[in-house]
């Protein structure tokens, strides 16, 4: 399993790496679960990367614009991310989520960077389409992994709105597929350790290793993703 740090600057990017991150995605939590970070950011965090370690970044928690989604992914991909996160926010059910996924994995396609569609746990709240529904939506779109997330930072967790035994099953149907899959949702050590049986491959955080436990108001630092890393061990 990989772990995924969320910094919002180069100098968490640098924690993050101190302290051993698989993983960094780029993000603006300022902007929602799945916020867009700026290119300039992006850009001067992928020069600081050492060799061989993968960037990724969201587009933000979209609205159902497959247009728009496909020019800010191709965006991404040029500033050589290779995770690009897309965020179904504004994505009703099944159809609208296949269409979103053909047009962004199309844009992308000979740039090297690899699309994970991003439903939310919460999606009742949200209007969303159902997470659990997203398998088989990127097998048939080509994208490369699935993300589960919770849109409100509200104290709840991914727990709290999809239980273990429907993660494990999420999980399976995805890897028949060769589909990657990452969670993520104010996920903490108690939270880890119930989903210790389901064999995802990306855990992605922010809270969990920020100073304060604050997505937004906290900073990343090393020492507490040591901390996590050794629990994930």
């Known amino acids: 399993m990989k772990l995924l740090v969320s910094p919002i600057n180069l100098k968490e990017a640098l924690e993050a790496?101190?302290?051993?991150?698989?993983?960094?995605?780029?993000?603006?939590?300022?902007?929602?679960?799945?916020g867009a970070s700026y290119p300039w950011i992006i850009r001067e965090i992928k020069d600081a990367?050492?060799?061989?370690?993968?960037?990724?970044?969201?587009?933000?928690d979209m609205d159902y614009k497959p247009g728009t989604a496909s020019l800010a992914?191709?965006?991404?991909?040029?500033?050589?991310?290779?995770?690009?996160?897309?965020g179904l926010y504004g994505i009703?059910?099944?159809?609208?989520?296949?269409?979103?996924?053909?047009h962004i994995v199309k844009s992308v396609e000979g740039t090297g960077a690899k699309v994970v569609l991003a439903g939310y746990a919460d999606y009742r709240f949200t209007g969303s389409v159902n997470p659990?529904?997203?398998?088989?939506v990127a097998q048939e779109c080509g994208a490369h992994g699935v993300m589960i997330d919770t849109a409100r930072k509200n104290g709840k967790t991914l727990l709290d709105h999809i239980s273990a035994k429907e993660l494990d099953v999420f999980?399976?149907?995805?890897?028949?597929?060769?589909?990657?899959?990452?969670?993520?949702?104010?996920?903490g050590p108690k939270d880890i350790q119930m989903?210790?049986?389901?064999?995802?491959?990306?855990?992605?955080v922010r809270g969990a290793v920020c100073s304060n436990g604050d997505r937004v108001k906290g900073n990343i630092?090393?020492?507490?993703?040591?901390?996590?890393?050794?629990?994930?061990?």
Do not use: C, Q, W
């Open 171 to 187: 999980t399976r149907d995805a890897h028949s597929g060769d589909v990657l899959v990452a969670l993520a949702g104010s996920l």
């Open 73 to 86: 992914a191709l965006g991404l991909a040029k500033l050589g991310v290779d995770y690009i996160k897309v």
């Open 17 to 34: 790496i101190e302290g051993g991150a698989d993983i960094i995605d780029v993000k603006n939590p300022r902007e929602g679960s799945l």
């Open 132 to 136: 659990l529904d997203l398998p088989s």
């Open 92 to 102: 009703r059910d099944v159809e609208e989520a296949l269409d979103m996924g053909m």
């Open 49 to 60: 990367l050492p060799p061989g370690m993968e960037l990724s970044a969201p587009l933000g």
């Open 195 to 204: 989903l210790r049986g389901i064999d995802f491959d990306i855990i992605g």
């Open 221 to 233: 630092t090393a020492d507490k993703v040591k901390e996590l890393k050794r629990r994930l061990k």
